[in-house]
């Protein structure tokens, strides 16, 4: 797995923290062997969710299907980088001049 996929919650607009949970099992059973859903960190603002995967975009896709049915995609962001890198590339949300960035 070369890539590291992290997706974004914002706290204030995630309805129900206790989701996570859900959200991180469907995404187990949909990435089967594809990717690796690898846990999640937690800071006063967001919640950070992250997978680790060979092809971040097609990934995201499959994620963002997810999150559509568990109707938590309101608030999100993702980007991508190299696995140890400190570079991200934003996938979500589509606009070109969004930036992605961690704490």
Same mark, same amino acid.
């Given at each position: 797995?070369d890539y ?8 204030? @607009? ?9 959200i ?9 062997? @594809?990717?690796?859903v690898d846990?999640h960190?937690v @800071?006063?603002?967001e919640i950070?969710?992250f ?16 999150l ?9 962001s993702?980007?991508f980088?190299l ?11 589509l606009?070109t ?7």
């Open positions: 797995m590291e996929l992290v997706i974004k919650f914002w706290r204030k @607009s995630l309805r129900d923290e206790a989701l996570l949970a859900t991180e099992e469907e995404l187990k059973q949909v990435l089967g062997q @594809s990717a690796e846990g960190d @800071s006063p603002r950070n969710l997978v680790l995967t060979p092809d971040p975009r097609p990934t995201f896709r499959r994620c963002k299907d997810v559509e049915k568990l109707d938590a995609l309101q608030g999100v993702a980007g980088r696995v140890g890198g400190a570079r991200f590339t934003a996938v979500w949300p606009r001049t969004r930036k992605f960035t961690l704490p």
